[in-house]
């Protein structure tokens, strides 16, 4: 079974920057997308960013495109997400998740999760 562990997150003032990194646990990198999505209280899971582990291709959803980057560890299976000039709307619990193949937006299409990280953006 495959497990994914994430840190960072936590309270950040507007104008900032957050870093989450997402561990995984026998997860073979080829083929595989790794993505983030986040949940604010009384809202659906929304797609943020994704990678495609194979050759690097990105995509970023309209609500941090321009202020995200990707970097990977290969060594330790790791997956770190940086984000910039964070809004107060920003403000959800982070999750990272997995799947075999290309890269997707919709959560039902990942069946491999994090176990979700808050970030508060406030000052």
């Known amino acids: 079974q495959v497990q994914l562990v994430q840190s960072g997150g936590g309270l950040v003032q507007p104008g900032g920057s957050m870093r989450l990194s997402c561990a995984a646990s026998?997860?073979?990198?080829?083929?595989?997308?790794m993505a983030w999505f986040r949940q604010a209280p009384g809202k659906e899971r929304e797609f943020v960013a994704a990678?495609?582990?194979?050759?690097?291709?990105?995509l970023a959803g309209d609500s941090v495109k321009g202020r995200f980057t990707f970097s990977v560890d290969s060594a330790k299976n790791t997956l770190y997400l940086e984000v910039n000039r964070l809004k107060p709307e920003d403000t959800a619990v982070y999750y990272c998740?997995?799947?075999?193949?290309?890269?997707?937006?919709?959560?039902?299409?990942?069946?491999?999760w994090g176990q979700g990280t808050q970030v508060t953006v406030a000052s």
């Open positions: 998740a997995a799947r075999a193949g290309a890269i997707l937006v919709t959560p039902d299409d990942y069946p491999t």
């Open positions: 026998r997860l073979p990198f080829i083929d595989h997308t």
């Open positions: 990678i495609g582990l194979d050759g690097g291709s990105t």
